[in-house]
């Protein structure tokens, strides 16, 4: 039986994902600025807001226990359910 680690892709080709199943962490950058140097900064809700280091502009998001804290029973065992679960979280990058 294949039991996959991680799941990564993207969304609408703008975004890029990381799910690490293991360790339940979602992480999102902006695809266009995946290997820009980064600061991390704990917001209010406890994730971690990467920060481009030259223009402190908003370029990704790190979320621990992911889905314990906010899905809803067993993981979906579909890429694309699992995808629109992932997808509203890029809204928060932005706000």
């Known amino acids: 039986m294949v ?25 999102l950058r902006l695809a266009s600025q995946r290997e820009a140097q980064t600061l991390g900064e704990e917001t209010p809700d406890g994730f971690i807001l990467l920060r481009h280091a ?7 998001m790190t979320v621990v226990s992911w889905w314990k804290r906010f899905g809803a029973g067993k993981l979906p065992d579909s890429m694309g359910e699992l995808g629109r679960r992932i997808e509203p979280w890029i809204k928060r990058i932005a706000a």
Request: cysteine-free.
């Open 3 to 27: 039991t996959p680690d991680t799941i990564e892709g993207t969304i609408d080709q703008a975004w890029w994902f990381h799910y690490d199943i293991t360790n339940d962490v979602l992480y």
């Open 54 to 60: 030259e223009s402190d502009q908003p370029v990704g």
